[in-house]
């Protein structure tokens, strides 16, 4: 007996049904016990063994629990008793509860439950082992549930039920295009999980029959409500927020993001008219239906076309099930045995004493006292009936644990089994991995080479840069110098007219002192002309009174004889002899006055004509020193042109011989040019010859604008040594004969150019300066560009006509002989193959032929365009003369032909091996979208001259749809026979352990990394060789006429 309590004790028991109540407890004690029992009732009862759906009270029970615990601690410590693992029902159901509680119980049921993350994902690898019935289900969902998990916790914005407004939504991405690109990717994979587990029930079920109506069936299909309710959503968000990402970013970097969402649209589309048509679905919820076509996010305005679906759950009416909650206290552990008084006394309490039914109570029947004997006989009695109970109770205890031990006999025989089998498996896999890993080998060994490869080009590369940066800094320097050397003429511009000026400031002070001093002097002769004048005057008037005064002498003299007769007269003489000595000392004192006077004014006017002396000589002296300085000026002027004009011309030198080394360089070889751009150069550096022997012209005639000479003698520098780079740069896309031809042009054309700025350095030799030699050397490399031009631009008008012609005609023949060989090919098929393979072979050469027809077509609606455009526009030349002036668009024409033919025939080629199983489905699509982009080319170069009303036009923009969708058809029914094939490989984990399976799990990511790496490789080079492609075309074609070439 103790061996087989032993037993029991060993083998894990169900959860129990009671919960029994401590005696001391408060009432909050006592109503969280009373809680804990209603769960755990509610929580049994939901969470089963029995293949039926679950009942939406006790899932709703579960859900207030949440809500008035806040949390859900309560049902995970139920549900950790439970034996998930060992039954795949019990865990179905268990998932669908799970579901509910994350959608519409309390928010922090996420939070709580991820402390059990890493259990549901053991778990979920566990019935990942079975690959049928509920194991697999159970997996796919456990996997989802995880992934709804993951994404509210690094969402946290989001409700459980994933009901947002748009507010919200926007509020979500936090107004980051970046989060909105993480975002979208993190729904894409939420409903990818959502739809693998509609996809999965669905192909569970046999849906020949009405399995919507059994109890099975209907136990798979309940969880898909809540999955439905979540894609609804899922799609909703998904539309809105990929529309939200196309305003702000290109719709190529989108590409992906539109694949994805196309493919699971087109999933969803199907399983919600699945959904719709089942019996089960149409009383439980109304299921929407997404229209009939995609939105497009390429159009803004489709936004307002979209309609969010909406899930409509009708009210729920009452059930016949339903039945009432049953008191946790009147519950019976019928897992524990129970002893008899307990049982004895739970009976009487439910259905009243026992006394009037026992036949052993003789006391009840005859009414009789006991005695001693009768109460032993009935202890007795009740102790055998106890010990035959137990007996029981053990026997049923040791048989079920006989069958446990069975199973699990029969568990380890079948592990041991599995073992054997993943021994072998393993073996296999083994050499397996080693093919693989010398595979690996080899391919680590091209990506070094292309490793090397790509630091060598890198290496090329930054010295280009290098010699490009230098020359950068030598431009600048010399545009800098050029700048000084301006702001030094104007300088000296400035002072020579202010020493001009000043010169004239001279002049006219000088002017207008001579004009003073011939006034003063002026002033001065009047006066003392006027002086003069007034002294002989006064003297006139002396020598008067003195002859009177010698006239009275002589009358006294003679008079006196007379005696008194005359003495008054001789009084009256006297008197006036007096008057007039008085008078006369007057006149003498007035006279010498004036004398002093003039003295005074004469001594004045020497005094005034000595400063002016003065004067004159300070400001002839500050004339002299002017013309002196303004000389000086004049010849530090002309040094400084001579300068500049020098410096202008060793920088050319130093441009040309730069030129010059570079083309020695051996990293110049890289370097690529087109003939048309070195024509175009040599044009230019001839034009500026011309300039430059004019500027120099004039500049002999009269140094002193420097200043054209100057731009000319830099632009000949800069452009006869680009010439000398473009012409070493298209040698290198020539033949060898005119290669060398071109180089030996270049260099005489480079020593030309020295020769002629050495003899410009020289003041003697400016003006003998010859550039007919260095023009002869241009317009040589000129003709030799003309030779090497693209053969189109040559061609004469006949030629190119009928080349138009051929170009079309053999276009119209690869195709014809490209449908034939598809038809041969699909006879072939049809003979050889059956089955899948000979299905995915007719489906796809008959897309291929198809697509031939189109392209026939095409081809056809773009000769009669064509010929429209010729008979519209040639006026009275004829076609070819049309063709001859339209040369640029004629070689659009034959090129996009050549594309379109060459294209059809490495289609048939790869449709060829892929027939024969020898070739790679993804030749064939990247084929396909070639031809695609062809045509596209030969209908933009066919319309380019088109009237937009044209009747032809339509056709051929109808036969450019036509080829775009048999080119979808191509591209659809490869992936949809490479899909068909690779089914056939399914693999098959079922025979694997959880450490297999865990190491093939980290092989597998390891190789995602690599495969990821190399992807990203593969796509740097994808973009290299068509910018490669694009200047090898470019140079072929003659493209860019006005542009810079590539080296």
């Given at each position: 007996?103790?061996?087989?309590?032993?037993?029991?004790?060993?083998?894990?028991?169900?959860?129990?049904?009671?919960?029994?109540?401590?005696?001391?407890?408060?009432?909050?004690?006592?109503?969280?016990?009373?809680?804990?029992?209603?769960?755990?009732?509610?929580?049994?009862?939901?969470?089963?063994?029995?293949?039926?759906?679950?009942?939406?009270?006790?899932?709703r029970?579960?859900?207030?629990?949440?809500?008035?615990?806040?949390?859900?601690?309560?049902?995970?410590?139920?549900?950790?008793?439970?034996?998930?693992?060992?039954?795949?029902?019990?865990?179905?159901?268990?998932?669908?509860?799970?579901?509910?509680?994350?959608?519409?119980?309390?928010?922090?049921?996420?939070?709580?439950?991820?402390?059990?993350?890493?259990?549901?994902?053991d778990?979920?690898?566990?019935?990942?082992?079975?690959?049928?019935?509920?194991?697999?289900?159970?997996?796919i969902?456990?996997?989802?549930?995880?992934?709804?998990?993951?994404?509210?916790?690094?969402?946290?914005?989001?409700?459980?039920?994933?009901?947002?407004?748009?507010?919200?939504?926007?509020?979500?991405?936090?107004?980051?295009?970046?989060?909105?690109?993480?975002?979208?990717?993190?729904?894409?994979?939420?409903?990818?999980?959502?739809?693998?587990?509609?996809?999965?029930?669905?192909?569970?079920?046999?849906?020949?029959?009405?399995?919507?109506?059994?109890?099975?069936?209907?136990?798979?299909?309940?969880?898909?409500i809540?999955?439905?309710l979540?894609?609804?959503?899922?799609?909703?968000?998904?539309?809105?927020?990929?529309?939200?990402?196309?305003?702000?970013?290109?719709?190529?970097?989108?590409?992906?993001?539109?694949?994805?969402?196309?493919?699971?649209?087109?999933?969803?589309?199907?399983?919600?008219?699945?959904?719709?048509?089942?019996?089960?679905?149409?009383?439980?919820i109304?299921?929407?239906?997404?229209?009939?076509?995609?939105?497009?996010f390429?159009?803004?305005?489709?936004?307002?076309?979209?309609?969010?679906?909406?899930?409509?759950?009708?009210a729920?009416?009452?059930?016949?099930?339903?039945?009432?909650?049953?008191?946790?206290?009147?519950?019976?552990?019928?897992?524990?045995?129970?002893?008899?008084?307990?049982?004895?006394?739970?009976?009487?309490?439910?259905?009243?004493?026992?006394?009037?039914?026992?036949?052993?109570?003789?006391?009840?029947?005859?009414?009789?006292?006991?005695?001693?004997?009768?109460?032993?006989i009935?202890?007795?009695?009740?102790?055998?009936?106890?010990?035959?109970?137990?007996?029981?109770?053990?026997?049923?205890?040791?048989?079920?644990?006989?069958?446990?031990?069975r199973?699990?006999?029969?568990?380890?025989?079948?592990?041991?089994?599995?073992?054997?089998?993943?021994?072998?498996?393993?073996?296999?896999?083994?050499?397996?991995?080693?093919?693989?890993?010398?595979?690996?080998?080899?391919?680590?060994?091209?990506?070094?080479?292309?490793?090397?490869?790509?630091?060598?080009?890198?290496?090329?590369?930054?010295?280009?840069?290098?010699?490009?940066?230098?020359?950068?800094?030598?431009?600048?320097?010399?545009?800098?110098?050029?700048?000084?050397?301006l702001?030094?003429?104007?300088?000296?511009?400035?002072?020579?007219?202010?020493?001009?000026?000043?010169?004239?400031?001279?002049?006219?002070?000088?002017?207008?002192?001579?004009?003073?001093?011939?006034?003063?002097?002026?002033?001065?002769?009047?006066?003392?002309?006027?002086?003069?004048?007034?002294?002989?005057?006064?003297?006139?008037?002396?020598?008067?009174?003195?002859?009177?005064?010698?006239?009275?002498?002589?009358?006294?003299?003679?008079?006196?004889?007379?005696?008194?007769?005359?003495?008054?007269?001789?009084?009256?003489?006297?008197?006036?002899?007096?008057?007039?000595?008085?008078?006369?000392?007057?006149?003498?004192?007035?006279?010498?006055?004036?004398?002093?006077?003039?003295?005074?004014?004469?001594?004045?006017?020497?005094?005034?004509?000595?400063?002016?002396?003065?004067?004159?000589?300070?400001?002839?002296?500050?004339?002299?020193?002017?013309?002196?300085?303004?000389?000086?000026?004049?010849?530090?002027?002309?040094?400084?042109?001579?300068?500049?004009?020098?410096?202008?011309?060793?920088?050319?030198?130093?441009?040309?011989?730069?030129?010059l080394?570079?083309i020695?360089?051996?990293?110049?070889?890289?370097?690529?040019?087109?003939?048309?751009?070195?024509?175009?150069?040599?044009?230019?550096?001839?034009?500026?010859?011309?300039?430059?022997?004019?500027?120099?012209?004039?500049?002999?005639?009269?140094?002193?604008?420097?200043?054209?000479?100057?731009?000319?003698?830099?632009?000949?520098?800069?452009?006869?040594?680009?010439?000398?780079?473009?012409?070493?740069?298209?040698?290198?896309?020539?033949?060898?004969?005119?290669?060398?031809?071109?180089?030996?042009?270049?260099?005489?054309?480079?020593?030309?150019?020295?020769?002629?700025?050495?003899?410009?350095?020289?003041?003697?030799?400016?003006?003998a300066?010859?550039?007919?030699?260095?023009k002869?050397?241009?317009?040589?490399?000129?003709?030799?560009?003309?030779?090497?031009?693209?053969?189109?631009?040559?061609?004469?008008?006949?030629?190119?006509?009928?080349?138009?012609?051929?170009?079309?005609?053999?276009?119209?023949?690869?195709?014809?002989s490209?449908?034939?060989?598809?038809?041969?090919?699909?006879?072939?098929?049809?003979?050889?193959?059956?089955?899948?393979?000979?299905?995915?072979?007719?489906?796809?050469?008959?897309?291929?032929t198809?697509?031939?027809?189109?392209?026939?077509?095409?081809?056809?609606?773009?000769?009669?365009?064509?010929?429209?455009?010729?008979?519209?526009?040639?006026?009275?030349?004829?076609?070819?003369?049309?063709?001859?002036?339209?040369?640029?668009?004629?070689?659009?024409?034959?090129?996009?032909?050549?594309?379109?033919?060459?294209?059809?025939?490495?289609?048939?080629?790869?449709?060829?091996?892929?027939?024969?199983g020898?070739?790679?489905?993804?030749?064939?699509?990247?084929?396909?979208?070639?031809?695609?982009?062809?045509?596209?080319?030969?209908?933009?170069?066919?319309?380019?001259?088109?009237?937009?009303?044209?009747?032809?036009?339509?056709?051929?923009?109808?036969?450019?749809?036509?080829?775009?969708?048999a080119?979808?058809?191509?591209?659809?029914?490869?992936?949809?026979?490479?899909?068909?094939?690779?089914?056939?490989?399914?693999?098959?984990?079922?025979?694997?352990t959880?450490?297999?399976?865990?190491?093939?799990?980290?092989?597998?990511?390891?190789?995602?990394?690599?495969?990821?790496?190399?992807?990203?490789?593969?796509?740097?080079?994808?973009?290299?060789?068509?910018?490669?492609?694009?200047?090898?075309?470019g140079?072929?074609?003659?493209?860019?006429?006005?542009?810079?070439?590539t080296?």
């Open positions: 007996m103790d061996r087989v309590k032993s037993s029991m004790q060993q083998v894990p028991n169900a959860i129990p049904k009671v919960i029994r109540r401590t005696g001391g407890a408060n009432s909050l004690e006592l109503e969280k016990e009373s809680f804990e029992r209603g769960q755990a009732v509610s929580i049994n009862k939901a969470i089963n063994t029995q293949e039926v759906a679950v009942k939406e009270k006790h899932a029970t579960c859900i207030l629990g949440t809500h008035h615990e806040k949390g859900a601690h309560t049902f995970w410590a139920a549900v950790n008793r439970l034996p998930l693992s060992s039954n795949a029902v019990l865990c179905w159901k268990f998932c669908h509860v799970f579901h509910k509680l994350l959608r519409d119980g309390h928010p922090n049921v996420i939070k709580d439950s991820m402390r059990n993350k890493a259990d549901l994902t778990m979920s690898r566990m019935w990942g082992h079975l690959s049928e019935g509920y194991g697999k289900l159970c997996s969902y456990l996997k989802l549930l995880i992934t709804k998990m993951e994404f509210h916790i690094k969402n946290p914005r989001f409700p459980g039920n994933l009901q947002m407004s748009n507010r919200q939504l926007d509020e979500a991405g936090e107004n980051d295009v970046n989060n909105f690109f993480q975002l979208t990717v993190e729904m894409f994979d939420y409903l990818e999980c959502e739809l693998n587990l509609f996809l999965s029930v669905f192909s569970s079920l046999d849906m020949s029959r009405s399995v919507s109506v059994t109890a099975a069936g209907q136990c798979r299909l309940a969880p898909l809540q999955v439905i979540d894609c609804s959503h899922l799609y909703d968000y998904t539309v809105k927020l990929l529309f939200k990402l196309h305003s702000c970013l290109p719709a190529d970097t989108l590409q992906g993001h539109r694949d994805r969402f196309q493919e699971q649209f087109k999933k969803l589309k199907s399983l919600f008219y699945r959904s719709s048509n089942l019996q089960y679905f149409k009383r439980l109304q299921i929407p239906q997404l229209p009939e076509n995609p939105p497009n390429l159009r803004a305005s489709a936004l307002s076309e979209h309609i969010s679906p909406v899930v409509v759950i009708p729920e009416s009452s059930s016949p099930e339903s039945e009432h909650m049953v008191e946790t206290d009147d519950l019976v552990d019928t897992d524990v045995p129970s002893l008899p008084a307990a049982v004895e006394t739970k009976f009487d309490d439910l259905f009243g004493t026992s006394a009037a039914i026992d036949p052993f109570n003789f006391n009840s029947q005859n009414g009789m006292r006991k005695d001693d004997k009768d109460r032993l009935e202890q007795l009695t009740r102790e055998i009936q106890a010990l035959k109970d137990e007996l029981e109770s053990f026997r049923v205890e040791s048989g079920r644990l006989c069958q446990v031990l199973g699990r006999v029969s568990e380890l025989e079948a592990e041991l089994a599995e073992q054997s089998h993943l021994r072998l498996q393993a073996l296999g896999e083994s050499e397996f991995l080693k093919a693989e890993l010398d595979d690996l080998r080899r391919v680590r060994e091209d990506t070094e080479k292309e490793q090397r490869s790509l630091t060598e080009i890198e290496r090329k590369a930054q010295a280009n840069e290098q010699r490009y940066t230098k020359l950068k800094e030598k431009y600048t320097e010399l545009v800098q110098s050029h700048a000084d050397l702001r030094k003429n104007a300088e000296v511009t400035r002072q020579m007219t202010v020493a001009q000026t000043a010169q004239d400031e001279v002049e006219v002070v000088r002017k207008e002192m001579q004009e003073k001093v011939k006034a003063a002097q002026e002033s001065a002769d009047r006066q003392e002309k006027n002086q003069l004048e007034q002294l002989l005057e006064l003297q006139r008037e002396l020598v008067s009174s003195r002859t009177e005064l010698d006239s009275l002498k002589t009358t006294m003299a003679s008079s006196q004889q007379s005696s008194e007769a005359l003495s008054t007269q001789l009084a009256t003489l006297q008197s006036e002899k007096a008057e007039l000595v008085q008078s006369l000392s007057k006149v003498e004192v007035e006279l010498v006055a004036q004398g002093e006077e003039l003295e005074r004014v004469q001594s004045s006017l020497a005094t005034e004509r000595e400063s002016g002396v003065k004067t004159a000589e300070a400001l002839q002296n500050q004339l002299n020193e002017k013309e002196s300085r303004e000389q000086a000026l004049e010849s530090q002027l002309v040094a400084a042109r001579w300068s500049s004009l020098q410096g202008a011309v060793e920088e050319a030198e130093k441009i040309i011989q730069d030129s080394a570079q020695q360089d051996p990293a110049h070889i890289s370097c690529t040019s087109s003939a048309d751009y070195l024509a175009s150069r040599c044009q230019a550096s001839l034009e500026c010859m011309d300039r430059l022997h004019s500027a120099s012209g004039a500049f002999t005639a009269d140094n002193t604008d420097v200043s054209e000479l100057l731009r000319v003698v830099t632009q000949c520098g800069h452009l006869v040594g680009d010439t000398i780079v473009q012409g070493s740069a298209t040698s290198h896309m020539v033949p060898v004969e005119q290669a060398d031809a071109l180089s030996e042009s270049v260099k005489a054309c480079g020593a030309e150019a020295l020769a002629l700025l050495g003899q410009m350095k020289q003041r003697d030799s400016l003006a300066a010859d550039n007919s030699k260095l002869a050397a241009l317009e040589a490399i000129l003709a030799t560009a003309e030779k090497l031009r693209p053969r189109g631009l040559e061609l004469q008008q006949g030629e190119l006509g009928d080349l138009v012609e051929q170009e079309m005609a053999a276009t119209s023949a690869a195709v014809e490209a449908a034939a060989r598809i038809e041969e090919m699909l006879n072939k098929s049809r003979a050889v193959d059956t089955g899948i393979k000979m299905e995915v072979n007719e489906r796809i050469l008959a897309s291929c198809e697509l031939m027809q189109a392209i026939k077509e095409l081809v056809l609606s773009s000769k009669h365009l064509q010929r429209d455009i010729v008979e519209s526009g040639r006026g009275a030349a004829s076609m070819k003369e049309f063709y001859a002036k339209n040369s640029r668009w004629t070689e659009g024409l034959i090129s996009a032909s050549k594309a379109v033919g060459w294209g059809a025939t490495v289609m048939v080629d790869a449709a060829d091996l892929v027939v024969q020898k070739g790679k489905f993804e030749e064939l699509m990247v084929c396909s979208h070639e031809i695609a982009a062809s045509t596209a080319q030969l209908v933009a170069a066919s319309k380019v001259k088109a009237d937009k009303d044209s009747t032809n036009l339509q056709r051929l923009q109808q036969a450019s749809r036509g080829v775009t969708q080119t979808a058809a191509v591209v659809a029914s490869t992936k949809s026979g490479k899909s068909q094939i690779e089914e056939k490989d399914t693999m098959d984990f079922s025979s694997m959880l450490t297999q399976i865990k190491r093939q799990e980290m092989d597998a990511q390891v190789l995602v990394l690599e495969l990821e790496t190399r992807l990203q490789k593969e796509r740097e080079r994808l973009g290299e060789l068509r910018k490669k492609h694009y200047e090898l075309a140079v072929a074609e003659g493209w860019g006429e006005g542009g810079e070439g080296g």
